[in-house]
């Protein structure tokens, strides 16, 4: 392995390694730049062992991960009774738990600001806290499922590789 060939790959491992974590702290896309690392290593190699196919299946891997990271927020969201207040709210709660708090804010923004937008709306407290937590399973699941996802992307790339 030359020195330009384990250059490419140390900037597809750091593009993975900022994928993982962008997963779990969601300010960043994490799986498209799984999807990155692996398309500029295919890139620079002229898709000896990284190929089209490959690249292909990321892209629709990387398209899924969006709808079911979306859909298993959602879902966890009206499974627990959260309607459109609770929902503005959870999203509102995470930009500003990210900004405020990190990751411990991250984790507490959306249930805080799903449980606000239900009261805003109406609710009792009971029902707004239930609609808070729903978000919170929703936003675990779908990290969860995203995670698995980027590493499923990280094995194959190094399936091809050796």
Do not use: C
Not at 3 to 10: H, T
Not at 109 to 121: K, Q
Not at 127 to 135: E, W
Request: proline residues 2%.
């Amino acid at each position: 392995m030359g020195w330009g060939l384990l250059i490419i790959l140390v900037v597809a491992i750091l593009f993975f390694t900022v994928g993982l974590v962008g997963i779990v702290i969601p300010v960043l896309p994490g799986i498209l730049f799984i999807w990155l690392g692996a398309l500029i290593y295919a890139i620079f190699t002229d898709f000896r062992e990284v190929g089209w196919l490959v690249i292909a299946v990321f892209t629709l891997l990387t398209i899924f991960s969006f709808i079911v990271d979306y859909l298993a927020n959602l879902y966890g969201a009206k499974k627990f009774g959260a309607g459109r207040w609770g929902i503005a709210g959870s999203i509102l709660g995470m930009m500003i738990g990210i900004v405020t708090g990190g990751l411990v804010g991250l984790i507490i923004g959306p249930i805080i600001g799903a449980t606000l937008g239900e009261l805003i709306s109406g609710k009792d407290h009971r029902s707004a806290f239930k609609a808070g937590l729903g978000t919170f399973v929703g936003f675990l699941s779908g990290t969860l499922i995203k995670f698995i996802i980027g590493l499923l992307m990280i094995g194959i790339f190094f399936w091809q590789l050796f």
